[in-house]
């Protein structure tokens, strides 16, 4: 009787065997292309579908087309810039991600340039959205700071001056204002760019902090092999300005562990607190530690006029821009986001596009959450004759 890594590598050669035979590919060396699969595949030509070993099963699934091979058993070919290369589906484990039947193979005298492409496919890929709604120059530097100084040439050049080959950007301001939304951005283009990431919340680092050596479980959220960012989102407890706070020896091993970083490939670390700056450890503020400090203050009517524009067409042909402008000053961008929320569920339930109840209900929400938070037990009570799903 075998062993289930017997069957696991019996069946991996015979499929690759199979792959060789159909498709005609010499030597095929198998890959799983993870996130460059998609990039790759927008890139390449679609091919035949075959059989593999005889056995040809083809999958309808409507869904995710684009990029799904529109199998369950059998291969299908590609082809980019000369190079053929196959996936194979083989759909005998439950476990769509099991790589002995769901691979990538491309002849071994192609491997390199395959690769090579797919770096570059990679590269050029479209973000995957916008970045988050902010002034121009704003994201310019979020830019300068963080993708753009991770670029090869630029780390060079820093280096080859003696300049140091780490970032920190601290992102402060209040609540719903963009702090996470730029993190993401960042962590998207990224992974579009081949750039490493992490993201640490604030439970990562209090796990860090209680683990048996704090110190060093500290330092490895900071440690980069390669060139990347780390996010640390919502650092309150690590940032607070240690006199005040009363804190205890906390951020010392914080701002230890950022110091003991000597990165050689280059590494930014990109902070998001609700602090404002001065109650930010001075400690932390110094050069060295913090290059750049960004602000995500309440929209202006611009920014929020900005955030309109990226409205469903039918929000936008229904509800005056201005109104809205006018109606949400002194709102942040997630509480506009909102706005937008109650508009569509009231559509949903009315066929209505009616401004003047998002605003209301708005407000109620808001009057039963501060009642809430005050400790009065009051039930939800909607403003509208008919409540509408969702906003309870
Ligand atoms: N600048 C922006 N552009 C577009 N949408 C935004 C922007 N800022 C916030 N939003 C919307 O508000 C939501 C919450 O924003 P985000 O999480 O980025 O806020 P934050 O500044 O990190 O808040 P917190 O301080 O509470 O962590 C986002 O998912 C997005 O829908
Ligand atoms: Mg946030």
């Known amino acids: 009787m075998s062993t289930p890594l017997q069957r696991y590598i019996e069946d991996h050669k015979f499929i690759l065997d199979a792959i060789s035979k159909a498709a005609n590919i010499a030597d095929p060396m198998a890959v799983d292309l993870d996130e460059f699969c998609n990039p790759l595949i927008a890139k390449s030509k679609r091919g035949a579908v075959l059989p593999l070993d005889g056995v040809l099963i083809r999958d309808w699934d409507p869904d995710y ?5 529109g199998l369950r058993f059998g291969v299908r070919m590609y082809e ?14 439950e476990d769509a991600k099991d790589h002995c039947y769901n691979f990538f193979a491309v002849a071994r005298q192609d491997y390199h340039k395959f690769y090579r492409l797919a770096l570059t496919c990679r590269r050029k890929s479209k973000p995957p959205g916008p970045p988050p709604v902010l002034p121009s120059a704003q994201i310019e530097i979020l830019r300068k700071n963080t993708l753009d100084y991770l670029d090869p040439k630029n780390l060079r050049r820093i280096k080859s001056y003696g300049g140091r080959a780490k970032r920190g950007l601290l992102l402060d301001g209040p609540p719903g204002n963009g702090k996470t939304s730029a993190c993401r951005w960042v962590y998207h283009e990224c ?25 060093e479980a500290i330092r490895r959220l900071f440690e980069f092999d390669k060139a990347g960012v780390v996010f640390f989102d919502d650092m309150d407890i690590a940032l607070r300005d240690r006199d005040k706070a009363g804190e205890s020896d906390d951020q010392a091993v914080f701002l230890s562990a950022l110091d003991g970083i000597q990165s050689n490939e280059g590494v930014v670390y990109m902070f998001t607190t609700n602090c404002s700056l001065n109650r930010i450890d001075p400690a932390f503020k110094r050069p060295g530690r913090l290059d750049v400090v960004l602000h995500f203050p309440l929209p202006d009517a611009s920014l929020r006029r900005e955030l309109f524009q990226r409205w469903h067409f039918d929000i936008r042909n229904a509800i005056d821009c201005e109104t809205v402008v006018r109606d949400s000053q002194g709102n942040s961008f997630a509480e506009l986001e909102e706005y937008k929320n109650l508009l569509v569920m009231r559509f949903i339930e009315c066929g209505q596009w009616d401004w003047d109840w ?11 959450l501060q009642n809430q938070k005050n400790g ?6 909607a403003i509208a004759p008919h409540a509408v799903n969702g906003t309870h």
Do not use: H, M
Not at 198 to 214: E, G, L, S
Not at 358 to 368: G, H, K, P, T, V
């Open 376 to 381: 009065r037990q009051v039930g939800f009570n």
């Open 358 to 368: 998002a605003l209301r209900q708005f407000q109620a929400n808001r009057a039963e």
């Open 65 to 69: 087309r684009k990029f799904w091979p």
């Open 80 to 93: 980019i810039e000369g190079i053929r290369f196959a996936r194979a589906y083989a759909g005998v484990s």
């Open 191 to 215: 992974l579009r760019l081949g750039y490493e990431n992490r993201f640490v919340t604030p439970d990562d680092y209090r796990a860090a902090r209680n683990a048996c050596n704090p110190a």
